[in-house]
């Protein structure tokens, strides 16, 4: 049995495939956590979690990305898309709404966003602050329903360090990109490591070797990042066997036991 442990069924380029794949993938013992990134994306993860009975889970949450900002409305606010749409501030109340389903089983996915950032210091400061201030709400949620978090943290692991050890949530770095001196900070805190397509474009083969398998996820983050040999389909959870057996190869291990372990731990993490 696979776990994806980060999956976007809930947007639109899924629409026209997702009543079948999602039956396909039951029946192929692959469970999957849906992600939101915004309100919309969330309620989307949450309908679909509760039309498709065991195995299909949600997690709700505001991506940096997401929040609306001069900055962020001209680089992302064009798409046009529901599952992209930015907000200017977290409604706490709304999304605690949505966490009375019994298939939200994390918050996220949330954190910090640096990769592309406005030019001058004081738009840079207010950039961070802003995605500092709507993750510490997001973390208040967390705690308040008990419920871990998925962490997005794109080139800025220091200050999401600093700002996850003052607090008491458990969770799983999502799309790690980097070695174990990166990772040890988090490990240190509890937390769990994503790991996906990315692993087939980053030199990630000694972090894999070296972190224990006993604090990773396995996760596919489709339909972005397809790892090599799924090219010719848009990218989903069937890709999780390509992901394990690459760690498998990397790490000496079967891929029977990378799936039992990463399986277990993501039931761990999530309490499913």
Known sequence: MFIDSHAHLNVSEFDKSRHELLPSLLS???????????????????????????????????????I?????????????KEEYELEENFDSDKYEKLAKSKKVIAVGEIGLDYWIRPKGEAKK??????????????????EKLNLPVIIHSRSSLEDTFEVLKTRKTKGVLHC???????????????Y??????????????DFIKTVPLGKVLLET????LTPPGFENSINNPFSLKI?????????????GEVEEITTQNTKKLFNI
């Open 68 to 80: 609306r900002s001069d900055f962020t409305v001209k680089k992302y606010g064009a798409n046009g």
């Open 243 to 255: 992901i394990a057996n690459k760690i498998a190869e990397i790490k000496g291990m079967s891929i």
């Open 176 to 190: 790690f990109i980097g070695n174990l001196k990166d990772a040890e900070p988090f490990l240190s805190l509890g």
């Open 221 to 224: 983050d489709c339909p972005y």
């Open 28 to 66: 192929s013992n692959i469970w999957v956590i849906n992600v939101g990134v915004n309100y919309f994306s969330s309620a989307r993860a949450v309908e679909i979690a509760e039309q498709n009975g065991q195995g299909v889970f949600a997690s709700i949450g505001l991506h940096p990305s997401n």
């Open 192 to 205: 769990y490591i994503g790991l996906n397509g990315i692993i087939f474009k980053a030199d990630m083969d």
């Open 125 to 142: 400061k207010e950039f961070k602050d802003q995605q500092s201030r709507i993750f510490n709400q997001q973390l208040d949620l967390a």
